[in-house]
T-cell receptor, first 115, second 110 residues
């Protein structure tokens, strides 16, 4: 089954805890992205990565960290420094090559709630 | 000024009517334009992409782009209740950045 797999779908975090959201893709896409969506708001970019072992901060990177050790995986860690982490988190990929090289495709998302 | 602006709605149309969704963007070097549909609680799914001025049709959907006016729209013909969702406009500026509007909520009334 191909595509972008995010896990877990639902996650509850206690205050002061770090949590890691997983994003795995088998589309052989080069670029991967993490977005955050709050109710009634648009998508805001947290981090993105074009190639393995390289990533760039987006507009709201504070309190988050990522790694890109292999092409297929781009996990996002929400640290305790992120003061308001409750949101819907979306992982996306972009092929770069071919006719749809400029298009990004989304995983199913992960809901994070602080309790 | 936001990079991408959409009327948040809600927009309501009767079943079978044409729904018209609009989007303006601020960056004149924007190259690629996208419409995504997002059902409540779900992730966005790509409906249309458009790269050059004019119209692009795909089934009941037509995207229209006017780069001089920095305007992109989505028309949905023969609207169905299953089209009820939030529609996100996205713009790709040269490079890796994609900017999203806040979305327009569409309700198709049976």
């Amino acid at each position: 089954d191909g595509g972008i797999t995010q896990s877990p779908k639902y996650l509850f975090r206690k205050e002061g805890q770090n949590v890691t959201l997983s994003c795995e893709q088998n589309l052989n896409h080069d670029a991967m992205y993490w977005y955050r969506q709050d109710p009634g708001q648009g998508l805001r970019l947290i981090y993105y990565s074009q190639i393995v072992n390289d990533f760039q901060k987006g507009d709201i990177a504070e309190g988050y960290s990522v790694s890109r050790e292999k092409k297929e995986s781009f996990p996002l860690t929400v640290t305790s420094a992120q003061k308001n982490p409750t949101a819907f988190y979306l992982c996306a990929t972009r092929p770069f090559r071919g006719a749809s090289g400029n298009t990004i495709y989304f995983g199913e998302g992960s809901w994070l709630t602080v309790v | 000024q936001k990079e991408v602006e959409q009327n948040s709605g809600p927009l309501s149309v009767p079943e079978g009517a044409i729904a018209s969704l609009n989007c303006t963007y601020s960056d004149r070097v924007s190259q690629s334009f996208f419409w995504y549909r997002q059902y409540s609680g779900k992730s966005p799914e790509l409906i249309m992409s458009i790269y050059s001025n004019g119209d692009k049709e795909d089934g009941r959907f037509t995207a229209q782009l006017n780069k001089a006016s920095q305007y992109v729209s989505l028309l949905i013909r023969d609207s169905q209740p299953s089209d009820s969702a939030t529609y996100l406009c996205a713009v790709n500026v040269a490079g890796n950045q994609f900017y999203f509007g806040t979305g327009t909520s569409l309700t198709v009334i049976p």
